[in-house]
């Protein structure tokens, strides 16, 4: 049920930032301030969710075979690989490293 | 199982999903979740302001439209000279990635049940660096690796101390704080002139 009531607000909240993008007057979100700083949210909320989805098991941080998985995903950021490649890097390590027991 | 799909088919904001995902997984708040989700598909509204001048849509179909606004079809759109083209490259970069993207979920809900323990086969891993890819290509100038780096600091520095879901919440401070950091030092550059804000990419 919980989980249920989080995808609603989700679906709500979400189809209604889309919705005010188109109808609402050009003039309030044009100014440089706003603009500049919904381009950094997202920078701000992707790394804090890639940090704790990496290091984080409940409360506790970690160090385990989603560390590895992550710093391959990075090489193949560096070499420019497509997205697909790059999740499945990380997917392939952290399997790998787990299953030599890491 | 549902509950993916309906993600997809009602969400279809890929960044916000997994955000969500991720933060019930690891027991947040069903409302926390969702604002950190909400926080993540807020720049649609931006791509929805560029779009509407680009795509002059009448105003009966923009409800309708407003679900297909995201990352992709603005790429595309913005791409186009010409309303028509703008149009056309909205619809069809819509339509199809909003039938791919149901019919892979639905997949993936299918697989992800007959695989059984998912952790096993290293799938924990494919959040954190999905969110990587995304992040990536936004790393452009300074003051997006401070908010960044400031966003880790915070997002892991207050996990031990706060509910599930909030670290995330604080962490995206990390914005607003680098954004007056960045004015203050600004307006001491350009001290004696009027500060427009002007400095847009």
New interface residues.
């Given amino acids: 049920m919980?989980?249920?009531?989080?995808?609603g607000?989700?679906?709500l909240?979400?189809?209604a930032?889309?919705?005010?993008?188109?109808?609402?007057p050009?003039g309030l979100?044009?100014?440089?301030?706003v603009?500049?700083?919904?381009?950094?949210?997202?920078?701000?909320?992707?790394?804090?969710?890639?940090?704790?989805?990496?290091?984080?098991d409940?409360?506790?941080?970690v160090l385990d075979?989603?560390a590895a998985?992550?710093a391959a995903?990075?090489v193949a950021?560096i070499l420019r690989a497509p997205?697909l490649l790059?999740?499945a890097?990380?997917?392939?390590?952290?399997?790998?490293v787990?299953a030599l027991g890491g | 199982m549902w509950q993916t799909c309906a993600l997809s088919l009602l969400v279809f904001t890929g960044a916000s999903q997994f955000a969500l995902v991720g933060a019930l997984a690891a027991g947040g708040n069903p409302l926390t979740a969702a604002a950190g989700a909400f926080f993540l598909g807020v720049r649609n509204a931006f791509y929805g302001l560029r779009l509407s001048q680009s795509l002059a849509l009448p105003r009966a179909v923009r409800p309708f439209a407003a679900q297909w606004v995201i990352d992709e079809t603005a790429a595309v759109s913005l791409a186009q000279t010409g309303r028509r083209a703008a149009r056309i490259g909205f619809g069809v970069t819509g339509l199809t990635l909003y039938v791919l993207w149901n019919l892979t979920t639905l997949l993936g809900a299918l697989g992800a049940e007959a695989i059984g323990n998912t952790d096993a086969w290293g799938l924990d891993a494919a959040g954190p660096a999905v969110f990587l890819a995304l992040l990536a290509p936004m790393l452009k100038t300074t003051a997006e690796r401070a908010v960044a780096g400031l966003a880790v600091v915070l997002g892991l520095g207050l996990l031990p101390v706060l509910p599930a879901g909030v670290p995330v919440l604080t962490a995206a401070l990390a914005a607003p704080v680098v954004l007056y950091l960045e004015g203050r030092r600004r307006a001491g550059r350009t001290a004696g002139r009027v500060d427009t804000g002007e400095e847009e990419r």
Avoid: D, S
């Fill in positions: 919980n989980t249920w009531i989080a995808i607000a989700t679906a909240g979400c189809y930032v889309k919705l005010a993008g188109l109808l609402v050009a979100l044009e100014r440089p301030r603009r500049r700083f919904a381009a950094l949210l997202p920078v701000a909320l992707l790394a804090a969710l890639t940090a704790q989805q990496t290091f984080a409940g409360h506790a941080l075979a989603r998985g992550l995903a990075l950021l997205f790059v999740v890097a990380a997917v392939v390590v952290t399997a790998g787990r």
